[in-house]
């Protein structure tokens, strides 16, 4: 079992490292797509696309009138804290664009009570795990 998940672990780190070689060798001249199922991940498009566009936090924090600092507590904790204004500050300094960008808005399901920042912080949790579960689902186990 343990090895399962070792293997599962290895298999994620491989995957962002072939991500992040992805992004990193992409062509310059050409747009990269980046898409995400969930406005919560919006965090990952904007490192995903200081990757791509090979620039550093600093180099980012000038483009976009903010500092380094500031760039680097963003990325770390995903852009909790980061006002609306700077997140805009950091897409245009990415040139990043929307394209065919549809938003589900299901009336008849529409909460109606206030949501806790705790509950926002577990959907995030459930949605992270639910991956992992559905990596774990897909694990094929090595016969030896």
Same mark, same amino acid.
């Given at each position: 079992?343990?090895? /399962? &998940?070792?293997?599962?672990?290895?298999?994620?780190?491989? *995957?962002?490292? *072939?991500?992040?070689?992805?992004?990193?060798?992409?062509?310059?001249?050409?747009?990269?797509?980046? @898409?995400?199922?969930?406005? /919560?991940? +919006?965090?990952?498009?904007?490192?995903?696309?200081?990757?791509?566009?090979? +620039?550093?936090?600093? !180099?980012?924090?000038?483009?976009? /009138?903010?500092?380094?600092?500031?760039?680097?507590?963003?990325? @770390?904790?995903?852009?909790? /804290?980061?006002?609306?204004?700077?997140?805009? %500050?950091?897409? #245009?300094?990415?040139?990043?664009?929307?394209?065919?960008?549809? %938003?589900?808005?299901?009336?008849?399901?529409?909460?109606?009570?206030?949501?806790?920042?705790? !509950?926002?912080?577990?959907? @995030? @949790?459930?949605?992270?795990?639910?991956? &992992?579960? #559905?990596?774990?689902? #897909? %694990?094929?186990?090595?016969?030896?």
């Amino acid at each position: 079992m343990r090895r /399962g &998940v070792a293997q599962c672990h290895l298999d994620k780190l491989k *995957a962002e490292k *072939a991500e992040y070689e992805m992004l990193t060798s992409h062509d310059s001249q050409t747009p990269i797509v980046l @898409k995400i199922d969930d406005i /919560g991940y +919006l965090p990952d498009i904007l490192i995903k696309a200081r990757i791509a566009a090979k +620039l550093s936090e600093k !180099e980012l924090a000038a483009l976009c /009138g903010l500092t380094e600092e500031q760039i680097k507590v963003y990325e @770390k904790n995903d852009y909790q /804290g980061a006002s609306y204004l700077d997140v805009r %500050f950091v897409m #245009n300094a990415l040139d990043i664009k929307m394209q065919g960008g549809e %938003f589900l808005v299901p009336l008849d399901t529409l909460r109606r009570t206030p949501i806790t920042k705790e !509950e926002l912080k577990s959907s @995030k @949790k459930r949605a992270k795990s639910q991956e &992992v579960v #559905n990596e774990k689902k #897909n %694990f094929q186990p090595a016969l030896d």
